[in-house]
C-alpha cells in the first residue's frame, strides 16, 4: 500500500477505483495530453486499466492530489513504460515521476511541490539511488520544474509526438 503524502496545500493519497473518472476527465483536457498523452484523448477504459494497475511494486504507484479536499490532479512513482524503453533503451530498469494537474492549477507551483513529495518518498522512503525523468522538448514549464528539483539533463531523442529530454537525479 502507497502512504499519504502531504504538501503545504496538498494531499496525495493513493489512488481507487472511484478516482477514475476524474482522472480520465483530467487527461483529456487537451492542455493536459498535449504532452502527457502525446496528444492523445485515452478512452476511459485504459485510464481505468492505469488507476487499477497503480501498485508498480512496492513503494510505487498512483496518487491522487487533493487540495482542500478536492481533486487537484495524480502524481506517480513508476518504472519507466516499455514504449518509452523501446525509445530510450537506456532508462530500462529506471524509475520516473510524473505529475499532472488541472490546468485551472497550473503555474501556482504545486506540481512542483507534488513532484517534490514523490522524489522525497523515492529517495528517503525507497532509498532508490536515482530517479530517471523524461519531459518533451517543448514542455519548457515542466523542464524548468525538473531543473528546480536538480534533475540533470542526459539526452534528447526522437518521441512519439515530440523530442524528448531525458533527465537524471541522484541522491
Given at each position: 500500500?502507497?502512504?499519504?503524502?502531504?504538501?503545504?496545500?496538498?494531499?496525495?493519497?493513493?489512488?481507487?477505483?472511484?478516482?477514475?473518472?476524474?482522472v480520465?476527465?483530467?487527461?483529456?483536457?487537451?492542455?493536459?495530453?498535449?504532452?502527457?498523452?502525446?496528444?492523445?484523448?485515452?478512452?476511459?477504459?485504459?485510464v481505468?486499466?492505469?488507476?487499477?494497475?497503480?501498485?508498480?511494486?512496492?513503494?510505487?504507484?498512483?496518487?491522487?492530489?487533493?487540495?482542500?479536499?478536492?481533486?487537484?490532479?495524480?502524481?506517480?512513482?513508476?518504472?519507466v513504460?516499455?514504449a518509452?524503453?523501446?525509445l530510450?533503451?537506456?532508462?530500462?530498469?529506471?524509475?520516473?515521476?510524473?505529475?499532472?494537474?488541472l490546468?485551472?492549477?497550473w503555474?501556482?507551483?504545486?506540481?512542483?511541490?507534488?513532484?517534490?513529495?514523490?522524489?522525497?518518498?523515492?529517495?528517503?522512503?525507497?532509498?532508490?539511488?536515482?530517479?530517471?525523468?523524461?519531459?518533451?522538448?517543448?514542455?519548457?514549464a515542466?523542464?524548468?520544474?525538473?531543473a528546480?528539483?536538480?534533475?540533470?539533463p542526459?539526452?534528447?531523442?526522437?518521441?512519439?509526438?515530440?523530442?524528448?529530454?531525458?533527465?537524471?537525479?541522484?541522491?
Amino acid at each position: 500500500m502507497l502512504p499519504l503524502l502531504t504538501t503545504p496545500r496538498l494531499v496525495l493519497r493513493p489512488a481507487v477505483a472511484a478516482d477514475i473518472d476524474a482522472v480520465w476527465q483530467m487527461l483529456v483536457l487537451p492542455e493536459v495530453r498535449r504532452y502527457l498523452c502525446d496528444d492523445i484523448a485515452l478512452p476511459r477504459a485504459t485510464v481505468a486499466g492505469i488507476v487499477g494497475e497503480a501498485a508498480f511494486g512496492a513503494g510505487l504507484g498512483l496518487w491522487v492530489a487533493e487540495r482542500a479536499g478536492a481533486f487537484a490532479g495524480i502524481a506517480a512513482l513508476k518504472p519507466v513504460p516499455p514504449a518509452l524503453v523501446a525509445l530510450v533503451p537506456a532508462l530500462a530498469g529506471e524509475i520516473e515521476p510524473t505529475v499532472a494537474l488541472l490546468p485551472a492549477l497550473w503555474r501556482q507551483g504545486l506540481a512542483g511541490e507534488m513532484l517534490g513529495a514523490v522524489l522525497a518518498h523515492g529517495f528517503a522512503t525507497l532509498a532508490l539511488p536515482r530517479i530517471a525523468a523524461v519531459c518533451d522538448v517543448p514542455n519548457i514549464a515542466s523542464a524548468a520544474m525538473l531543473a528546480r528539483a536538480g534533475f540533470v539533463p542526459t539526452g534528447e531523442h526522437q518521441g512519439i509526438a515530440h523530442r524528448i529530454r531525458t533527465w537524471t537525479l541522484s541522491r
